[in-house]
């Protein structure tokens, strides 16, 4: 997000315009910077002013207004995050249904009265209705009267009409948009291009109307896109910094108190598995993890306490098949939350099982179907499960034998299940020899992101002179290399990494354990900087575009084996804990 600055350089010149026409104003925008950061009494208030048609005004499903979710405020409670002492108003003078020509008429007696600071002007959504000269003839005159007055201005091209082809280059808005570009030019104004920017989204594959409340007026998250272009005039690198952590945390928030609330229905509600989503489970497990790492960074206590009352009803037990990787992925929360409390009944049972399976260990075929299989790590994901267990109780012990054991089941799944030519994981070994439909090998999304979730904490937990260490270290470098080149145009993963055609909405788990995975690995060096940020960052740029407005983590592929096909309004607890976990990682790039 900090690096969206840089996007207006790009647009200039993939529009052949002289950056000027951009930043022809910087002097004044710079004024304004400095007067936001003053203290009373050396303060004064600062004026924005936003006129324009139905947009600003927070029109949604008309005649709905919803003026809060607006651009127009959304800048204000921006600035005013980054900015706490600066006195700020947010004056809107727009009016649905209106066009140039009418805002041009109310102009010297309505819009400049308000003493603008800055003067935003939005109107090429409506001015189709009176064509590109008479709508040029009354954009120039309000841009030269302002200008008398030494007004800074900003212009903006329109948010999309979804009635209209956005990558048609000869569309209505399309000409209105490269006429604004002109103006912006040639007045030397400021400009945001937000049909630019939304036409890169349907290009890179984006479905627009998840942006969009009705045909022609975008939501509160198709607000955000063009808040966020706004704030690159008021923000310099380190509060793009600043802003990009707080509002990390909001959304964090948001998706964990979602999570909160509706936590025992999923559980009443389970699925065709049995304990699919016992307190205990591997689904809730999951969760559980990501949720603690958003309780280390907020300062409500609830968190913690959802946290331990899981525990309490657990009775810090395992699941009941101790042989079978999935119920002892709680053993992970469990350790998570003896690091915190120092409690030892939290991890007394996990010892004792981890200690039972070391002593008593199985010796079956990995071949799915043979007897007794899954009493060994016979599927991807039980490396996510049953390793980073060992790792953890490993740590907090420090007793070699759980790494020992660890490292030699681990290395037999590693065996069975890793493809060397591919650098990635079949999810277990009736997919070996199977085929999509563009015939590449079946590699599934989420099964691959279990693995470098999994790698992620075997390292952390690992001592640092541990022999097989490196192994780990080069295994998830080869991994995240690989994976790195399967990520789409939006930044998202599909449920299969090899045939995205079959599966062609992005798979939210997957993505998120990826995303967490990147951010990882550059935090603490394991992945090159700068090869690998600018993925992460589309990666978490991607993630947070299908957040439901109440919180709600979307496209999640519900409980499988393999890759399945998914919509907006699949989730799952695990791709909450996947995301907290995401999110975590972001934020700690940012803090570094």
Request: aromatic share 14%; with cysteine; charged share 20%.
């Amino acid at each position: 997000m900090k690096n969206m600055k840089y996007l207006y350089l790009l647009l200039c010149t993939l529009l052949g315009f002289d950056t000027m026409a951009q930043t022809g104003q910087s002097i004044e925008f710079t004024q304004i910077r400095q007067e936001l950061q003053k203290k009373w009494p050396d303060n004064r208030t600062v004026n924005l002013v936003f006129h324009g048609h139905s947009v600003p005004s927070g029109y949604a499903n008309t005649p709905n207004v919803k003026t809060l979710q607006a651009y127009p405020h959304q800048v204000l409670e921006a600035v005013k995050e980054i900015y706490p002492y600066a006195v700020v108003n947010s004056i809107t003078t727009s009016i649905g249904g209106e066009n140039a020509e009418q805002g041009a008429k109310r102009f010297k007696q309505e819009v400049l009265p308000h003493r603008p600071d800055i003067l935003f002007i939005d109107y090429a959504l409506n001015d189709r209705s009176i064509g590109l000269e008479r709508a040029l003839k009354a954009w120039e005159k309000m841009i030269k009267e302002a200008q008398k007055q030494n007004i800074p201005i900003i212009l903006l091209t329109p948010t999309p009409d979804l009635t209209e082809d956005i990558l048609d280059d000869k569309s209505p808005l399309e000409q209105h948009s490269r006429q604004i570009r002109r103006l912006a030019h040639d007045y030397k104004t400021g400009l945001i291009d937000c049909y630019a920017t939304f036409k890169e989204k349907r290009k890179n594959g984006e479905d627009l109307n998840i942006y969009m409340s009705q045909s022609n007026h975008p939501n509160e998250k198709g607000h955000r896109v063009v808040t966020k272009l706004i704030l690159n005039y008021f923000f310099e690198e380190a509060q793009w910094n600043e802003y990009c952590q707080k509002q990390t945390m909001t959304i964090m928030k948001k998706v964990a108190d979602w999570q909160l609330m509706n936590f025992e229905n999923q559980v009443r509600k389970g699925s065709q598995w049995a304990n699919s989503h016992a307190y205990w489970a591997w689904t809730n497990a999951t969760m559980y993890i990501g949720m603690a790492e958003w309780a280390k960074m907020s300062d409500d206590p609830k968190y913690w306490d959802f946290l331990l009352t899981m525990g309490e009803k657990n009775k810090w037990q395992t699941g009941p098949s101790i042989y079978f990787a999935d119920d002892i992925c709680i053993i992970q929360p469990y350790a998570i939350l003896f690091s915190k409390y120092k409690e030892p009944y939290m991890i007394q049972n996990s010892v004792e099982t981890l200690d039972t399976l070391i002593a008593n260990p199985k010796h079956n075929s990995l071949s799915y179907y043979s007897e007794g299989s899954h009493s060994r790590w016979c599927w991807c994901d039980a490396l996510f499960m049953a390793p980073t267990s060992f790792a953890r109780i490993g740590k907090i012990t420090g007793e070699p034998k759980y790494f020992e054991f660890m490292d030699k089941e681990f290395r037999i799944t590693y065996d069975s299940l890793y493809s060397v030519a591919d650098s990635l994981f079949f999810r277990d070994t009736r997919y070996i020899n199977m085929r999509e439909q563009n015939g590449e090998k079946v590699f599934w999304g989420r099964g691959n992101g279990w693995v470098t979730g999994a790698l992620t904490f075997i390292i952390d937990n690992m001592p640092a002179n541990a022999p097989s260490r490196n192994f780990y270290i080069t295994l998830f470098r080869q991994m995240m290399g690989k994976i790195s080149t399967l990520q789409d145009k939006q930044g998202f993963w599909h449920s299969s990494l090899l045939d995205i055609a079959s599966y062609p909405m992005p798979e939210t788990s997957s993505s998120a354990f990826f995303t967490y995975s990147l951010f990882w690995g550059i935090n603490r060096g394991y992945l090159e900087k700068e090869k690998y940020l600018s993925i992460a960052e589309k990666a978490w740029h991607a993630l947070t575009s299908i957040v439901h407005e109440d919180g709600k983590v979307g496209y999640v592929q519900p409980i499988g084996a393999d890759p399945k096909k998914v919509d907006i309004n699949d989730t799952e607890v695990y791709g909450t804990g996947a995301f907290l976990m995401a999110a975590t990682e972001y934020i700690k790039y940012l803090k570094h």
